[in-house]
């Protein structure tokens, strides 16, 4: 599978943006899909994850509440819809693809090549 995301930009805080992350392949629903961000400085982090068909998700804490996961099988594509966002959103967003359920990065099979979302004040 290969993995593309982009919609990342610049972005005040308190706004909203969308990520997608397009997949190649015809096996795409049957990975497990997550998203990760790494901040400058610091270690790629875990931010939510979905299962194959849509029906489970899994957030960090930090996100809860303000980013949603979805995803689209018949597109091949995966979203993240972040609200309310603060500056600590800024990071390098990641899609990736896992065959099972995971917030463990190294359990992730294929990567997207990042798409960097700013969050000014």
């Known amino acids: 599978v290969q993995l593309q995301a982009f919609g990342g930009g610049l972005v005040q805080a308190g706004g909203s943006l969308r990520l997608s992350c397009a997949a190649s392949g015809r096996t795409f629903s049957s990975y497990f899909m997550g998203w990760f961000r790494q901040a400058p400085g610091k270690e790629r982090e875990f931010v939510l994850t979905?299962?194959?068909?849509?029906?489970?998700?899994y957030y960090a804490d930090s996100v809860k509440g303000r980013f949603t996961i979805s995803r689209d099988n018949a597109k091949n594509t995966v979203y993240l819809q972040m609200n309310s966002l603060k500056r600590e959103d800024t990071a390098v967003y990641y899609c990736?693809?896992?065959?099972?359920?995971?917030?463990?990065?190294?359990?992730?099979?294929?990567w997207g090549q990042g798409t960097e979302v700013t969050v000014s004040s």
């Open positions: 990736a693809a896992a065959p099972y359920f995971s917030v463990n990065s190294y359990q992730y099979d294929f």
């Open positions: 979905i299962s194959q068909s849509g029906g489970r998700t």
